[in-house]
């Protein structure tokens, strides 16, 4: 394996460009591919980018605050001393891989965004513990762990599908968590990844050793401490400004609706209200208005390649759709599968349609309704094939830049720097995905 590693790190670093070109790049191939496969010309692809440029700004907009409240919240003294005192059983850089790894699988189980930032704000706290650790596997291993998110709580597609009223129940029906999150299939796949990632990641870091020495190109973001003088408030507007009590007061307020929120609605754990709890936690925890905001003001910092980048993938995303190229690749794999094969076909063609359209959801809205006309069509289990789709999209979220920018803004590095591992992961996880959807 250490060959296959070697070769495949040697190739992103030399050949992959930063995350923005590669967005570029991509821009470029989906507008070729738009004019030799669909009835799209130049003029018409060049529309349909600009259509969808602007599709995802709030979707930006979220993606930004998960990284800017989750620095925040990291940040926060008493925050920041439980994940340097969870990162103290980690005593060799094995241990620190795999812990890695597993915390952030867990987290990603209970909800994408929070196991994001949790992931990258461990591996960071992991990495200070054990410095000998390579921090690229570190900060690869927590990215790993967003593998199963959706084959978990906060899965896109199997929660559309057990929601009344969505928009593909008079082809399929409402699905229940039963048959799907639940079902032998997914919980063997989570199992296995959840159980074997830890291992498998243990053995990139032997191999990370050979790779190379010069570390002098990733860096561990220093621990960000207050070496300010603190000075006493003099006027009106600095004691409201060092004021705890205004602090509380709102925090207050923010937790009251996020016990009303989940008395309200259950476990309903989406990406606002992770936002949310994060934000009105850090105001509290950082006690001042001042304090939090000159974290903030450090935080956003991290953010500048989401905002700059989505937008991009929005476009690749406007000509994808609006052309019919996915619907192209989604009824070309659909047309040679059987009974048996459909989730599998599913599972391939939704990882290639995730590499150009990469979000849940939007990818459901595409491929979903020609994977269910084609499970019904074969008798094939169409909660299956549902899920064949939702791991596929997990699964090339590997070698997609789009969802590891949070991690990568947290932890200070560049694509470059973990895709080669990300690879090596891609390969090694199609294993129990396959094992599965064909055989459970």
């Not at 008493?78 to 850089?93: C, E, G």
């Not at 057990?162 to 799907?180: Q, R």
């Not at 990568?408 to 560049?414: F, K, R, S, Y």
């Amino acid at each position: 394996m250490g060959v296959v590693t070697r070769f495949f790190v040697r190739l992103v670093q030399r050949f992959l460009p930063d995350a923005f070109i590669f967005a570029i790049i991509l821009t470029f191939l989906v507008f070729v591919l738009g004019i030799l496969f669909t009835d799209s010309g130049p003029v018409k692809m060049v529309t349909h980018w600009g259509t969808g440029f602007w599709d995802l700004l709030s979707f930006t907009m979220q993606m930004a605050l998960v990284v800017v409240t989750g620095y925040v919240l990291a940040n926060a003294p008493i925050i920041k001393n439980f994940l340097a005192r969870l990162s103290n059983l980690a005593k060799t850089p094995g241990h620190a891989v795999m812990l890695v790894t597993f915390v952030s699988a867990i987290a990603c189980l209970i909800n994408y965004g929070f196991g994001l930032v949790v992931g990258a704000l461990f591996a960071i706290h992991v990495a200070r513990q054990v410095p000998s650790a390579d921090f690229r596997i570190l900060v690869a291993g927590a990215y790993s762990g967003f593998l199963v998110w959706h084959g978990g709580f906060s899965g896109s597609i199997p929660l559309t599908v057990a929601t009344p009223g969505h928009f593909l129940e008079k082809d399929m029906g409402v699905i229940p968590v039963s048959e799907t999150l639940f079902s032998p299939a997914n919980l063997f796949i989570v199992a296995a990844l959840v159980l074997t990632l830890p291992i498998f990641n243990r053995f990139l870091m032997k191999s990370s050793n050979a790779i190379y020495q010069d570390r002098s190109r990733w860096v561990i973001p220093e621990d960000s401490i207050d070496t300010k003088e603190v000075v006493t408030p003099a006027t009106p507007a600095e004691k409201i400004e060092n004021s705890v009590i205004v602090s509380m007061l709102i925090g207050i307020m923010g937790l009251g609706f996020i016990v009303y929120h989940f008395v309200t609605k259950g476990f309903d754990l989406n990406l606002n209200i992770v936002n949310f709890i994060f934000l009105f936690l850090g105001i509290m925890l950082h006690k001042t208005p001042k304090q939090f905001l000159d974290t903030v003001t450090n935080g956003v910092k991290n953010a500048g390649g989401i905002i700059i980048q989505f937008p991009f993938y929005a476009g690749i995303m406007g000509m994808v759709t609006f052309s019919g190229l996915s619907e192209e690749m989604a009824l070309w794999f659909a047309s040679f599968a059987n009974e048996q094969t459909l989730p599998f076909i599913s599972f391939i063609s939704g990882g290639l349609i995730n590499v150009f359209v990469p979000s849940g959801g939007g990818q459901w809205a595409v491929q979903g309704p020609i994977m269910i006309e084609a499970a019904a069509a074969i008798n094939a289990d169409i909660a299956k094939t549902a899920m064949g789709v939702a791991w596929g999209d997990a699964w090339t979220n590997m070698i997609q830049p789009f969802w590891a920018l949070p991690a990568l803004a947290i932890a200070g590095l560049h694509i470059r720097d973990i895709m080669g591992f990300c690879v090596m992961i891609l390969f090694y996880s199609f294993i129990p995905i396959t094992i599965g959807l064909l055989l459970f």
